[in-house]
Every structure is written in C-alpha cells, then in structure tokens.
C-alpha cells in the first residue's frame, strides 16, 4: 500500500537532475577538473535510481524498472561520487587505475543483475527490493562497492575536514565537506534497512542525502569564489 513517504523519491529526482546539470556544466567550462565530470554522472545515478522508484510508485512493479533500479542504485549511487573524489586526493595515474577497476567490478555485477531470474512470489507492486532476485549471491557485490564509496567519498570529505579544520579560516570549507560527508553516509545507511525490509527509510535519507552534498558543494564552491575574488584584489598602501 503507497503512503506519502513512496511519493519522496519523485522530489528527489528533481533535485538530483537540476544538481546533475549543475555540475556537468560546471565540468564544461572547465574539462580538466575530471572529479566534476564523476561527480556528475554520479548524481545522475543517484537520480535515475530515485526515479525507478519513482516509477513504482506511481505505476507499480516493472521487471526492467527493478534492475535498472539495482544498477543505477545499489551499484552505481555513490561509487561514481567516490570516484570523483579519489581524482581530488590522488594521482592522475592512480585514480584513473582504480576507475577501470570500479568500472570493470560494477559491470560484471550489472550483467549478473541483468541475467538473474525473478522470484516473482516475493515482489510487492509498489516497494522495490534486491530480495526478489532469485541468485541471492548477486546481492554480494554491492557490499564492496559500497565500501568503496564510504572509504574515499566520506572518508575522503572527512580527513579534508580535518585537514581544513587544521588551517585558520577555512571554517567554511570544514562546514562544506561535513555536509558532504553526512549526505553521503546516509543513504549508505537507508540502504542498510532495505536489506531488512525497510525499503521507506531509504527513500527519506536519499532526499536528505543530495540536498546535504548538494549544500556541502555549494558551500565549498562559493568559499573557493570568494577566496579568489581577494587574492585578485589590488592591494593598497596607506
């Protein structure tokens, strides 16, 4: 049965899509920053895995919406992300590494996804669960991409907090990858509880994860404009 909490995700996918945009514009104007360009298709994950649950909602169970919603979610929602922040704190040369290797695991495990039979007595018209999958081991694959994610993408925004935090007047860089860091982590979390049945608390920490990472960027992005814009300053002489 729907409730208003099913209907979260619709909104979500908004917010994900305009954030998509944002950055992928943002990696425009500037093809060199490769982080932007992961960050981007990340967000885009994140949104086409809130919009099959979208769909669910408003129109019930769909084979393909099912996978398409374990690929883009379970595999792809924050790996991506995580990737763009390895090209942060990395070498060129090893960050590009492990983005093949991320790539390489996440498309065996998409193809294993793709290929598995449906127990279709487990599927519930408007919740959406990786349980239905008839090769239960499949559903081992996300624990290590996912640990990925919360290695580099929280643990990358936290130990840059901490580094920041170290330096006097970065207050507001602190604050942004805290904010980063926290929206990162719970939708990790939400995605714990579908595993026990409730798929609902994912759905809740998904919109408040991307509006805590879209506000953490945000933040980070106008301290960088603002630190730029003095240094471009000309100094004066009394």
């Not at 790996?79 to 990395?90: C, D, I, K, R, S």
């Not at 049945?197 to 992005?221: A, N």
């Amino acid at each position: 049965m729907r409730n208003l909490i099913h209907y979260i995700p619709v909104l979500t996918t908004i917010v994900s899509a305009a954030f998509a945009i944002v950055l992928f514009r943002r990696w425009a104007e500037k093809r060199t920053a490769t982080y932007l360009l992961w960050w981007g298709i990340g967000v885009f994950m994140y949104g086409l895995g809130t919009l099959t649950e979208s769909l669910t909602t408003i129109f019930g169970w769909n084979e393909l919406v099912f996978r398409v919603w374990y690929i883009s979610g379970a595999l792809f929602g924050a790996a991506p992300l995580a990737q763009g922040t390895v090209y942060l704190l990395f070498s060129r040369r090893v960050a590009t590494i492990l983005a093949v290797v991320l790539v390489l695991y996440g498309t065996v495990a998409a193809v294993f996804v793709l290929l598995t039979p449906i127990d279709m007595s487990l599927v519930e018209t408007y919740r959406l669960s990786g349980r239905v999958m008839e090769w239960g081991w499949v559903r081992l694959f996300s624990p290590f991409i996912n640990l990925y994610a919360l290695i580099f993408l929280v643990g990358g925004a936290a130990w840059s907090a901490w580094q920041y935090w170290r330096k006097k007047g970065m207050g507001s860089r602190v604050a942004g990858n805290v904010l980063i860091a926290a929206g990162a982590l719970l939708p990790g979390i939400g995605g714990s509880m579908t595993r026990i049945g409730y798929v609902e608390v994912l759905y809740v920490t998904e919109i408040i994860g991307i509006t805590l990472i879209w506000l953490g960027y945000y933040v980070m992005v106008s301290d960088r404009a603002v630190s730029i814009h003095t240094a471009q300053q000309p100094k004066t002489t009394s």
